[in-house]
């Protein structure tokens, strides 16, 4: 498999656990209170799949790899993406402090939730958009099949020491648990 079909097949996980976190903002707006044991679990998803491990795997090995081969990063592709993993991280951090102060009791803090996550669904899909659309087609004209066969080793490599074995079955099986309670 080449690395950037395995970074597409994680963007459809991430995709859908968007579309669960837009349910659960229409939800909230619509005068429900959160389940924040799942706003909890959504978070760790969001931290440990989307950010450590996914965007992990972009920024310590393919974006490097793709620098090498000549797409710019500063005021180029490689840099807009990384731009955007910080914003999404302050995104994730937002959605942390709304789901504590939900769950000390601070109903006012659903807005703060709703706007986060939304804020992060909007971004998210926009990003994953340029990535499959723009980026991963730069990437796989510039990369032979045998950086491609390196890039995907060392992408399990990262996941391995940077969520664990068996963690990324765990997102899954999460991502079903949700979709099934939400969608």
Same mark, same amino acid.
């Given at each position: 498999m080449k690395a950037t079909q395995q970074l597409k097949d994680e963007h459809e996980g991430i995709? %859908?656990?968007?579309?669960?976190?837009?349910?659960?903002?229409? #939800?909230?707006?619509?005068?429900?209170?959160? /389940?924040?044991?799942?706003?909890?679990?959504?978070? #760790?998803?969001?931290?440990?799949?989307? #950010?450590?491990?996914?965007?992990?795997?972009?920024?310590?090995?393919?974006?490097?790899?793709?620098?090498?081969?000549?797409?710019? /990063?500063?005021?180029g592709p490689v840099g807009v993406m990384l731009n955007e993993h910080v914003m999404g991280r302050e995104y994730i951090k937002a959605l942390a402090d709304a789901v504590?102060? %939900?769950?000390a009791g601070n109903m006012h803090a659903a807005t703060s939730f709703? #706007?986060?996550?939304?804020?992060?669904?909007?971004? %998210?899909?926009?990003?994953?958009?340029?990535? /499959? /659309?723009?980026?991963?087609?730069?990437?796989?004209?510039?990369?032979?099949?045998?950086?491609?066969?390196?890039?995907?080793?060392?992408?399990?490599r990262l996941e391995a020491e940077k969520i664990g074995v068996g963690k990324h079955e765990e997102y899954h099986k999460l991502l079903k648990e949700l979709k099934d309670a939400y969608l």
């Open positions: 995709k %859908l656990m968007l579309r669960i976190m837009e349910k659960i903002a229409m #939800d909230v707006e619509q005068g429900k209170v959160p /389940n924040t044991a799942h706003c909890e679990r959504i978070i #760790d998803f969001l931290k440990g799949f989307a #950010d450590r491990c996914h965007h992990g795997k972009e920024e310590d090995i393919l974006f490097p790899e793709l620098v090498k081969h000549g797409i710019p /990063n500063e005021g504590e102060e %939900l769950k709703v #706007d986060a996550a939304r804020g992060y669904v909007q971004l %998210l899909r926009a990003h994953i958009e340029k990535e /499959n /659309n723009v980026l991963f087609m730069m990437a796989d004209k510039v990369l032979d099949e045998k950086e491609q066969s390196a890039l995907f080793d060392a992408f399990e």
